[in-house]
């Protein structure tokens, strides 16, 4: 099984959209019993909170419900308990080095990293563009799952 948690600044927008884009992806493919699958956030502020509206209509336009979501912290023993971390932008990363302290076993990473345009998830908090983080999330989770079909034999 592989285990991956998504982090983003408030665990609102960009992570559960990762996470729940990821979960979908990995749903119609039939391959629910091979992944575990959370968000979490950096930053304390929105902890306990639900989706960001905007963000949870936007997985609703696609067939895809979070209504169950609460934002929640990393901690330091989600390095242990997670295969993949991934992040949505440089600031994540920043953040995530204070409670992990080093990544010994290259578990971090930019979702951006698995498409052929490197970089940041499109932060909608900040743009409000939710059209423009939902193909961003989109297209670095169907990255995320080539890449682990082709090196897991998935």
Not at 17 to 38: N, T
Request: with cysteine; proline share 4%; aromatic share 12%.
């Amino acid at each position: 099984m592989v285990k991956i948690l998504f982090v983003c600044h408030g665990n609102i927008c960009r992570s559960p959209m990762a996470e729940f884009v990821f979960k979908d992806l990995v749903h119609k493919e039939g391959l629910d019993e091979q992944f575990y699958i959370e968000s979490a956030a950096t930053n304390t502020e929105e902890l306990g909170n639900p989706v960001y509206p905007p963000a949870r209509r936007k997985l609703e336009e696609h067939g895809i419900d979070c209504s169950y979501k609460r934002a929640r912290q990393i901690k330091k023993s989600d390095y242990d308990d997670f295969d993949l971390i991934i992040a949505m932008d440089e600031e994540n990363l920043y953040y995530m080095g204070w409670v992990f302290r080093e990544d010994y076993l290259n578990k971090i990473h930019l979702l951006m990293e698995y498409t052929d345009r490197p970089g940041e998830v499109a932060d909608p908090w900040y743009t409000r563009d939710f059209d423009r983080t939902y193909e961003d999330v989109l297209e670095g989770c169907r990255g995320l799952l080539d890449h682990l079909s082709k090196i897991k034999g998935l």
